[in-house]
C-alpha cells in the first residue's frame, strides 16, 4: 500500500504544476505555449470529460458529448474570427502543410493559373505543391534579399486568367508579416494564416480559403483549422480523392473519419479563453503593445541587429541576429537560465526568434526586454575585452 505522504506529496505536485510553478516564459516558434487557464481544463478533463466518466483522451466521437465538443468549437471560431454564415469551418489533418496541395487540387484544373507571393520558405512550398496540380506560378519573390520584406501593392502583376492569388499573412521563420491585404486584381485570396490567425485582424470575409496549423496561436499540433468560402466550395472538384476533397469533410462535420479529438477539444478551449479575454480587439491590442517594447528594444541600440526590412516586421515571430553572432549561444543559454525559452531562431536565419503568440503576456516581454538591456550592459565591450 503506498504511503500517505506519497499521496500528498504526489497532490501537492499536481497542484503546484497547475498553478504554473516552474512554467517558463516559451517564446517558441510552435508548438506554442497554451494559457495556464487551458492546461488546468485540459488536466481536469483527461479523466473525466464534462461529466461524461468518459476520459478526454479516450472519449468516442460519435458521442453525444463529443459532439457538443466540436460545436460549440465551431461556433466559438465562429464568432470569435466573425466569419461570415455562409463560410464553412472545418477541422481538419495533415497540417498546413498538406493544404499547400489541397487548396490547390480542390480549386484548380488542370492547365490554370494560379498565382503565388514567395515571402518565405512556407509560400516556397505552398507553390511547389500547386505546380502539381496546375500552372502556379511566383508573380513576386524576396529571396534574394534572405526575405526581409513583403510585397507592398503594386509591386507585382496578377495574371489576367489567374484563377486565385496565394499568399503567407505572416512568415514564421524570417519574421515579417503584412499590414495590409494584398492586391488581389479582383481574384478571390487564398491565405495560409498558421502563424498569425487570432494574433492580428484578418477580415476573413475578404478571402476564399484561410488555412493554419493550430499550433502557434490556436492549440496543439495535429488539427487545421479551415475556412471555405461558398466560391471556394462551389469550385471543389469532383475527381479527387475522398479524403483530400474538401466536401467530403463538409458534409460530414469534419468527422468523416476519426478526428484529433483532443486537439479540437484543446482548440475550442483556447478559443473560449481568447473570447473571454476581450476577444479579437484585446488580442490585437495587447500584441501591439508587446511587438511595440521588443521592436523598442531592437531599435534602442545596434548591440542588436533586426532582421526584418521595418515596414515588414511581424507581430508575431520577432528575428534578429547579435551584432557579435559569437554572442549568440551565450545570450540563448543566459536567457533560458532566466526563465525565457525557445528563443533559438530558425537556422534559415540564424540569431534570435522571440514568437509573442497569444498566450506569451505582455509581462513575459517586459522580462524578455530587461533581460536583454542587462545582456547588452555585461556584454557591450565584449570584443574588447577580449
Ligand atoms: C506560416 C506557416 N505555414 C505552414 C507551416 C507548416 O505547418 P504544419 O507543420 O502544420 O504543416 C508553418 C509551420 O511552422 C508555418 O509557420
Known amino acids: 500500500m503506498r504511503d500517505f505522504s506519497d499521496v500528498v506529496k504526489d497532490l501537492l505536485r499536481l497542484h503546484s504544476s497547475m498553478n504554473g510553478d516552474g512554467r517558463i516564459h516559451n517564446f517558441g516558434a510552435g508548438p506554442a505555449g497554451l494559457p495556464l487557464e487551458v492546461i488546468r481544463e485540459v488536466i481536469e478533463s483527461l479523466p473525466n470529460l464534462n461529466d461524461s466518466g468518459f476520459g478526454l483522451l479516450e472519449i468516442s466521437h460519435r458521442s453525444e458529448v463529443f459532439q457538443k465538443v466540436i460545436d460549440d468549437a465551431r461556433e466559438c471560431v465562429r464568432r470569435v474570427l466573425e466569419i461570415p454564415d455562409e463560410y464553412e469551418v472545418l477541422f481538419l489533418q495533415g497540417g ?140 471543389i472538384r469532383d475527381d479527387i480523392p475522398t479524403m483530400l476533397d474538401y466536401n467530403t469533410h463538409i458534409e460530414k ?57 521595418i515596414d515588414s516586421r511581424s507581430k508575431m515571430n520577432v528575428t534578429w541576429r547579435l551584432k557579435n553572432k559569437s554572442l549568440e549561444d551565450v545570450f540563448l543559454k543566459e536567457a533560458l537560465e532566466n526563465q525565457l525559452g525557445g528563443l533559438k531562431g530558425h537556422r534559415s536565419v540564424g540569431g534570435i526568434r522571440a514568437s509573442l503568440y497569444n498566450y506569451i503576456s505582455v509581462d513575459s516581454v517586459i522580462n524578455l526586454v530587461t533581460f536583454m538591456r542587462g545582456f547588452e550592459e555585461k556584454y557591450k565591450n565584449y570584443e574588447n575585452i577580449n
Not at 499573412?169 to 478571390?188: A, E, F, V
Not at 478551449?269 to 528594444?297: C, P, Q, T
Open 96 to 235: 498546413a502543410s498538406l493544404q499547400f496541395y489541397m487548396t490547390a487540387l480542390n480549386i484548380l484544373r488542370e492547365g490554370e493559373k494560379a498565382d503565388y507571393l514567395i515571402t518565405g520558405g512556407w509560400s516556397k512550398k505552398a507553390l511547389k505543391e500547386a505546380k502539381r496540380i496546375g500552372d502556379a506560378k511566383e508573380i513576386w519573390g524576396d529571396e534574394v534579399n534572405g526575405f526581409k520584406n513583403i510585397p507592398q501593392n503594386g509591386d507585382y502583376e496578377i495574371r489576367e486568367d489567374s484563377v486565385y492569388l496565394h499568399y503567407t499573412s505572416n512568415n514564421t521563420l524570417y519574421g515579417t508579416q503584412y499590414h495590409h491585404l494584398p492586391k488581389s486584381s479582383g481574384k478571390p485570396l487564398i491565405v495560409d494564416a498558421s502563424s498569425d490567425i487570432t494574433g492580428v485582424d484578418i477580415d476573413i470575409s475578404r478571402h476564399d480559403i484561410v488555412y493554419a496549423g493550430a499550433q502557434k496561436n490556436l492549440g496543439p499540433s495535429g488539427v487545421t483549422l479551415v475556412i471555405l468560402s461558398p466560391w471556394a466550395v462551389s469550385r
Open 253 to 309: 462535420g469534419s468527422m468523416f473519419n476519426t478526428p484529433n479529438t483532443f486537439g479540437i477539444f484543446v482548440l475550442g478551449r483556447v478559443f473560449s479563453w481568447l473570447e473571454r479575454n476581450g476577444g479579437m480587439k484585446g488580442a490585437i491590442k495587447r500584441n501591439e503593445e508587446k511587438a511595440r517594447l521588443l521592436y523598442g528594444e531592437l531599435d534602442r541600440t545596434d548591440f542588436w541587429e533586426p532582421h526584418a526590412a
